[in-house]
């Protein structure tokens, strides 16, 4: 079974500050991730994902993300926060193509809150 | 631009009541989910339809039932409601989960249920 781990549920930064969201998976073999924003009261919408191409992803409104294979982690950063970056993020693993064991559903982390200050 | 479209938006039932929510997607897609989300806990997955005609149970189903009316529609019911199911529900679908595809999901705005 895959999962991962967000550490922090709530992260505060200074707007212009860089953001760090850290996420770690677990699975036996290379996985695709993702992370998701949720703005308040709104569904989930994808920033970005890693599908086994180039491991430093960019996504949407600056965020980037880094695939870390020797560390299973996926850290989701952004060099200068903005005050409408303040939402709830989700990591969220699967299996990769091909991979026929322990299906092929997404699994999500717990989420981190970010708080964005003036 | 409609993509995936859940009703109702909003609810209150009364412990033992039952309903149905239903979520609808244009984009063609052949899987298609349902995830409560709680505080702290993230997203969970109830149910889930690979494709048309498929059903399985995900991480929570107990006091669940869903029905893949067709490609576009899947509905999620509750069929005696507990103040344990108050929780945000999301609908979402995806291209498929195998062949060239990644899996991404597209999801629904929600649908909060508060069972008293």
């Known amino acids: 079974a895959q999962s991962v781990t967000q550490l922090g549920s709530h992260v505060s930064v200074s707007e212009g500050a860089l953001v760090l969201l850290r996420c770690n998976y677990s699975s036996s073999v290379p996985p695709y991730l993702f992370w998701y924003v949720q703005y308040p009261n709104q569904g989930l919408q994808l920033l970005l994902k890693?599908?086994?191409?180039?491991?430093l992803v960019k996504g949407i409104n600056g965020f980037e993300a880094e695939f870390k294979k020797s560390e299973t982690s996926f850290h989701l950063t952004k060099p200068s926060a903005h005050m409408s970056d303040a939402a709830e993020y989700f990591c969220a693993v699967r299996p990769p193509r091909g991979f026929t064991g322990g299906g092929n559903k997404l699994t999500f982390g717990t989420g981190t809150q970010l708080k964005v200050e003036l | 631009n409609a993509g995936v479209t859940q009703t109702p938006k909003f609810q209150v039932l009364k412990t033992g009541q039952s309903m149905t929510l239903q979520c609808a997607q244009d984009?063609?897609?052949?899987?298609m989910y349902w995830y409560r989300q709680d505080p702290g806990m993230g997203l969970r997955l109830i149910y889930y339809s690979a494709s048309e005609g498929t059903t399985d149970k995900g991480e929570v189903p107990n006091g669940y039932n869903v029905s893949r009316l067709n490609k576009r529609e899947f509905s999620l019911r509750l069929e005696s409601a507990a103040p344990s199911q108050t929780s945000v529900y999301f609908c979402?679908?995806?291209?498929?989960?195998?062949?060239?595809?990644?899996?991404?999901?597209?999801f629904g705005e929600g649908s909060r249920l508060t069972v008293l």
């Open positions: 979402a679908s995806s291209e498929g989960t195998g062949g060239r595809t990644t899996g991404e999901l597209f």
């Open positions: 890693y599908t086994s191409a180039a491991t």
């Open positions: 984009m063609n897609h052949n899987s």
